[in-house]
């Protein structure tokens, strides 16, 4: 029998508990208000028609799903990312969505026998993917004996976009073989100044993440000659991309280089077609096949139109490729848009064309469509132009595109990764301003209006200096450049820091800081002491490509937050892709005690082909100086964009319901700081050959 409590003590045992529990539950709350805030991903769902669609699947590749209200509405926590949504009666789309964007997902309706096609752009897995050679050597992404899975990874930023459509189609510009570093070898087109090779372990990682059918019909494939062409052929059936099914536009001989890749989905048949217009004739030994020779098919128009033709005959949906035009050209060659144009005559549904390693724009007219450029998807070049790309979605229903969808990316350390945010609105606005037809941008995205159920609204703008438009277009606006040039991330599943500038984690003198935000969460701080007898400088990685005469205008938030700084931007100016500049001119920044913008226009010089800004700051002569930096912008006032606009205009938009249009343009206050065509002047920072 156990001992009985005192009398009266009852209460003060319960009493005891109470402030027990009440201390656990204050410690709790106080530890829970302390954690930082999971960020929060809100998103709507609408059909074309603005329609909201309800309890459709929301998930992303790292398993957090979710199910939308009856409003559209989604919500999930954590980090952005890539969200695949799939409804009942609808068709399936994948993009990226990120805390505090817009995250809209607009669907198509699926109706029977409707096909979905993905295409990206230019892909191979060799040269600096092994070993950056211009950088002494230094290890690559991948060993030449990597299996199929470390070459996935390398796709791992896109991977949901490439899975999510009936059939998937890459050019693939490389010899696929067994020794993949032997450039050089007795089998090696040597003459090449690029020649490329990857192992057999990367056909199979494009088969593994999504990729259906690959075009060979480029001036790549060749570059190990017969022995490496038959080779490429059985590794890429090994892969399970057999010629005449999951690979064409290549082959031991003409005959067989112009036979279609066939493919069914939905009880349609696909027909995939290629050549290329790049023979290299110029080199002893061409890309092309004959009839007795290996190679690419090359593009004529008889063999063109008939290959179309009989496709036509056999299949429902034709996808032509014309692998040409001009390298870094964003503009359609002539000889392009007349095969792209002889094509579509023929019978193709769409022509999706490669070889430019930049995107271009894209024509929609009567059901059918083209691309001028795809771009690169994975590819180790380092010409700034390249890194901007996107991954196109198609819906064919009948023989008719009845939707597309463009999804932006960047290529950062040669890999792709979907972006978010104003990223993706640079890039999806770029594709507007290049292309023609009913084309939508929305929420970092470029849609297709087939079913012209948008409106288009005109706004005019007042006359000031200049406006930083948020949506629609209007005749003379200009490109940004310098897209990543905010320093906010918005990668997905990364935190790079300032992509693509020389701005790395550890730097103590140069390093992203959110009391350097003019905008946003970051910008870059500078910090020079007395003690150190170099400048600071702050710039892209890579040199901009422009053209002669090209009018420019840089803008630069900037200021002081310790000291008296003395700050400089530099403009160098290339006549060439690699090697010293030729000239350079410079400009003080005035910085007072708050922000500055300042405002630089230039002309680029005679025999340009690059420019590279540089922000200097000095050591000064007594104690420490520190500058902020943020939203560096350089605008080309010829190239077509529908970023910027001088002196006010008609802005031109088309929007979808239910969304309202954002403000059409915000006027930018700056400081002009003009500068004469720079003079000649010593020789300015060395870059690394770019190719």
């Known amino acids: 029998m156990g001992r009985s409590a005192a009398p009266g003590s009852a209460p003060w045992v319960v009493l005891a508990a109470v402030v027990v529990v009440l201390s656990l539950v204050a410690g709790a709350l106080f530890w829970w208000s302390g954690r930082p805030e999971r960020p929060s991903i809100e998103g ?3 059909g074309p028609s603005g329609e909201p669609v309800a309890n459709a699947s929301v998930r992303t590749p790292d398993g957090r799903s979710t199910h939308t209200t009856r409003g559209g509405g989604f919500q999930l926590d954590g980090e952005p990312a890539w969200v695949t949504v799939t409804a009942d009666g609808w068709l399936s789309r994948s993009r990226v969505v990120a805390p505090g964007e817009s995250n809209l997902v607009r669907l198509a309706p699926r109706r029977p026998g409707t096909v979905t096609l993905a295409f990206g752009g230019d892909v191979m897995f060799g040269r600096r993917f092994f070993g950056a050679r211009d950088e002494g050597g230094k290890r690559g992404l991948l060993d030449p004996d990597d299996g199929a899975a470390a070459h996935g990874r390398l796709l791992a930023g896109v991977a949901p976009m490439l899975a999510d459509a009936d059939i998937t189609a890459v050019n693939l510009e490389t010899p696929i073989v067994d020794d993949p570093t032997g450039l050089r070898s007795a089998t090696s087109a040597s003459t090449k100044s690029f020649a490329f090779a990857s192992a057999p372990a990367a056909a199979v990682a494009l088969k593994d993440v999504g990729v259906d059918v690959v075009d060979i019909a480029n001036n790549h494939v060749f570059d190990r000659l017969q022995p490496g062409l038959e080779e490429t052929l059985g590794n890429l059936e090994d892969a399970g991309l057999t010629p005449g099914r999951g690979s064409f536009g290549a082959g031991v001989d003409a005959r067989r280089a112009w036979e279609p890749a066939l493919r069914e989905a939905h009880g349609q048949r696909v027909a995939f077609v290629g050549c290329t217009t790049v ?21 004529e128009p008889r063999r063109l139109r008939g290959a179309v033709e009989r496709a036509s005959r056999d299949a429902d949906i034709v996808v032509a490729m014309v692998h040409g035009g001009e390298e870094y050209g964003r503009t359609p060659s002539p000889v392009l848009r007349d095969f792209s144009d002889l094509a579509l005559a023929a019978g193709a549904t769409m022509v999706i064309n490669h070889h430019a390693h930049v995107v271009g724009g894209l024509r929609y007219a009567d059901g059918r469509l083209t691309a001028w450029s ?3 998807l994975l590819f180790d070049q380092t010409v700034w132009p390249t890194f901007e790309s996107y991954l196109l979605k198609v819906a064919v229903h009948r023989g008719r595109v009845v939707s597309a969808w463009l ?9 792709p990764t979907g972006v978010s945010g104003a990223d993706a609105d640079w890039v999806a606005r770029g594709a507007l301003a290049r292309s023609r037809g009913p084309w939508v941008a929305e929420a970092g995205s470029l849609w297709l209006d087939a079913t012209d159920g948008g409106r288009v609204m005109t706004t ?6 200049l406006t930083r438009l948020r949506s629609g277009c209007a005749a003379g606006a200009g490109r940004e450049l310098l897209w990543t040039g905010d320093f906010e991330p918005r990668d997905v599943d990364s935190d790079d820091a300032a992509p693509l500038w020389n701005v790395t984690e550890g730097d103590p003198y140069r390093y992203l800081d959110g009391d350097a935000a003019h905008e946003g969460a970051r910008g870059v701080l500078l ?20 053209l002669p005469g090209d009018r420019l205008t840089l803008l630069v938030d900037h200021r002081s937050l310790f000291g008296s700084p003395d700050a400089s931007v530099q403009l160098s100016w290339y006549d060439a892709a ?16 708050g922000w500055t913008t300042s405002r630089i226009d230039v002309t680029a010089p005679r025999r340009t082909v690059a420019v590279q800004p540089f922000i200097r700051l000095q050591p000064p002569d007594e104690g420490v100086s520190q500058l902020a930096v943020d939203n560096v912008r350089l605008i080309d006032w010829d190239q077509p964009g529908c970023d910027f606009l001088q002196a006010g205009g008609r802005v ?6 239910p969304t309202a249009p954002r403000a059409v343009g915000v006027p930018v206050t700056a400081t002009a700081l003009p500068v004469a065509t720079p003079s000649a002047l010593p020789r300015g920072p060395r870059g690394r050959a770019e190719d």
Do not use: W
């Open 44 to 46: 709507r769902v609408f």
């Open 279 to 299: 023979p290299g004739d110029v080199q002893p030994v061409s890309n092309v096949a004959t009839r007795t020779k290996g190679g690419a098919a090359r593009c």
């Open 374 to 376: 795809m771009g690169n």
């Open 407 to 415: 999804e932006p990316m960047r290529l950062q350390d040669y890999q």
């Open 460 to 465: 005019r703008l007042a006359r000031v200096p």
């Open 527 to 546: 910090h020079r002491a007395d003690a150190h007898a170099e400048d600071v400088l702050l710039s892209p990685l890579h040199r901009i490509p422009v």
């Open 578 to 593: 690699s090697g010293g500049s030729r000239h350079q001119g410079t400009v003080r920044l005035r910085s007072g005690g």
């Open 652 to 657: 031109r938009q088309l929007t979808l319901p």
